[in-house]
């Protein structure tokens, strides 16, 4: 475990339920290399139950993988920005419908407030995709945020093109690095790559 404070980052879920434990895993790592992160949660990963998981034992995981409490009420992530509390936020994975809250400019669910906190204050996006509908209705919302300042894309591509020829997911493994490029204002080439 790296003892090296390397920052503080708000690291937001959104209800792709399937990807939450590769991006938990990814908090892990975070952590490992020395990151304090604040858990936050989209309403839905915060209230529903699924088949991979009930949303209490999630937050539950992200709270003992942070050592934080979760955020995930508008008036929880409101003051992420104004008080300098994060140097960024990752959302890890961020959904097709939270892809266009963001791309709308809407701020009514506590991932995407976390994010306007933030972006006010000039602090990045790290936005890690995970859609069925990427090469679909998503795509122009993923196109819109990537013309926008401050908002990076960890790399993503084709998770499953035979069976689900318009989904995207990020490479959840180049999360960090895309964490630190994103902080030099650089974007990892988010190239479309097929897993």
């Known amino acids: 475990m790296n003892t090296q404070h390397r920052g503080r980052a708000a690291f937001a879920v959104c209800g792709s339920f ?19 992160l604040l858990p936050v949660m989209s309403f839905a990963a915060s209230r529903l139950d699924t088949r991979f998981g009930r949303a209490s034992e999630w937050k539950e995981r992200l709270e003992q ?8 009420s508008l008036q ?7 008080k300098h509390l994060a140097e960024a936020l990752v959302i890890a994975p961020c959904t ?10 809407l701020s009514d669910t506590p991932v995407t407030l976390a994010a306007k906190s ?10 890690a995709v995970s859609t069925n509908d990427g090469l679909g209705a998503s795509g122009e919302n993923i196109a ?5 300042k401050h908002y990076y894309f960890v790399p993503y591509g084709q998770d499953d093109p035979v069976e689900k020829p318009q989904s995207l ?20 080439q988010p190239m479309l790559r097929m897993f």
Do not use: I, M, N, Y
């Open 118 to 127: 933030l972006l006010r204050v000039g602090c990045p996006v790290v936005v």
């Open 76 to 82: 929880a992530v409101e003051p992420l920005g104004p």
């Open 65 to 72: 993988l942070t050592g934080h409490p979760v955020l995930d």
């Open 18 to 36: 399937c990807t939450l434990g590769a991006a938990a895993a990814q908090a892990e790592q975070l952590v490992r290399q020395g990151w304090e």
């Open 96 to 105: 097709g419908t939270t892809l266009a809250r963001l791309a709308a400019g």
């Open 144 to 148: 819109r945020l990537r013309q926008r």
């Open 169 to 188: 997911k990020a490479d959840l493994s180049l999360l960090p690095a895309a964490l630190e490029a994103a902080l030099q204002g650089r974007q990892l």
